[in-house]
T-cell receptor, first 114, second 109 residues
């Protein structure tokens, strides 16, 4: 089945220790998104890629970086995690941009910062 | 600014009907999505409305009024597995999704 895969599902890191979250997709979608979602809050868009064109949301902290080495994979790097970065990180894809396409989500990575 | 409002939490009884409302103010409108999110899981697509009116899909229906900036999700014949959060999201003028915080629906036997 075509899908969006995120690894790991649960990640524990120490305050200030860099961490990388990964996402892969078998849907062959051009657009990939990274969202941060805290409990009972709306998903907050951090970045999106159209193919390899990177788009950073204006209020995404510099502490967050992203890489998309190819169509299938996308990574979220948190350079120096703080306690406030503990959240669920959701990766999503959509077929294209320029139309209101449905977004397909991975199962998420829950990040704990100790 | 852009804003999506939904009730924080609702409670309903198994077998009953519940309506979850969503109001929005966005810069542009290219349709409204409803997603279901079970606790600790990813959102999954339920419906998409771009024209006024009611879209029915099995036990779930979604309504849109663009002039009022209003939508609702109607769930019929509620089942325990419908306990989840329901997120409303609007596609804005740039086709970016503006998300609501979600409505947590609690189903009681």
């Amino acid at each position: 089945d075509a899908m969006v895969i995120q690894n790991p599902r649960y990640q524990v890191t120490q305050f200030g220790k860099p961490v990388t979250l990964s996402c892969s997709q078998t849907l062959n979608h051009n657009v990939m998104y990274w969202y941060q979602q805290k409990s009972s809050q709306a998903p907050k868009l951090l970045f999106h890629y159209y193919d390899k064109d990177f788009n950073n949301e204006a209020d995404t902290p510099d502490n967050f970086q992203s890489r998309r080495p190819n169509t299938s994979f996308c990574f979220l790097d948190i350079r120096s995690p703080g306690l406030g970065d503990a959240a669920m990180y959701l990766c999503a894809t959509s077929r294209e941009i320029g139309q209101p396409y449905e977004q397909y989500f991975g199962p998420g990575t829950r990040l704990t910062v100790t | 600014g852009q804003n999506i409002d939904q009730p924080t939490e609702m409670t309903a009884t198994e077998g009953a009907i519940v309506q979850i409302n969503c109001t929005y103010q966005t810069s542009g409108f290219n349709g409204l999505f409803w997603y279901q999110q079970h606790a600790g899981e990813a959102p999954t697509f339920l419906s998409y409305n771009v024209l006024d009116g009611l879209e029915e899909k099995g036990r779930f229906s979604s309504f849109l009024s663009r002039s009022k900036g209003y939508s609702y999700l109607l769930l019929k014949e509620l089942q325990m597995k419908d306990s989840a959060s329901y997120l409303c999201a609007v596609s804005d003028s740039n086709y970016q999704l503006i998300w609501g915080a979600g409505t947590k629906l609690i189903i009681k036997p």
